[in-house]
């Protein structure tokens, strides 16, 4: 099992980013997907997460009207989109996936991608 993702980079503030997260070796249709971000010397919390089909989804307050989760289960894939980006929101991102739904914390995801990059400039 592998979580791919990418998407990550510098970016000003007010600027966007979307994060792309591919799973190979499982049925990706089958799982939860949540997003993760852990900055330096902080916990790593809860983006966002969405459900096996798409139609539910979960978002930390710091994040909600901004970022947007989504997946593609014909591409095995979830993004993150990420608009009015604010230098607070620069971690490392990571995705993950998990049988249940819904789970905020870390412990209740199996498999975890290597995490990319997010830098907000001021």
């Known amino acids: 099992v592998q979580l791919q993702a990418c998407g990550g980079g510098l970016v000003q503030a007010g600027g966007s980013l979307r994060l792309s997260c591919v799973l190979s070796g499982r049925t990706f249709s089958s799982y939860s997907m949540g997003w993760f971000r852990q900055a330096p010397g902080k916990e790593r919390d809860i983006v966002a997460a969405?459900?096996?089909?798409?139609?539910?989804?979960r978002y930390a307050d710091s994040v909600k009207g901004r970022f947007t989760i989504s997946r593609d289960n014909g591409k095995n894939t979830v993004y993150l989109q990420m608009n009015s980006l604010k230098p607070e929101d620069t971690a490392v991102y990571y995705c993950?996936?998990?049988?249940?739904?819904?789970?905020?914390?870390?412990?209740?995801?199996?498999?975890w991608g290597q995490g990319t990059q997010v830098t907000v400039s001021s």
């Open positions: 993950a996936s998990s049988r249940r739904w819904y789970v905020p914390s870390p412990g209740g995801y199996d498999y």
């Open positions: 969405i459900n096996y089909s798409g139609g539910s989804t």
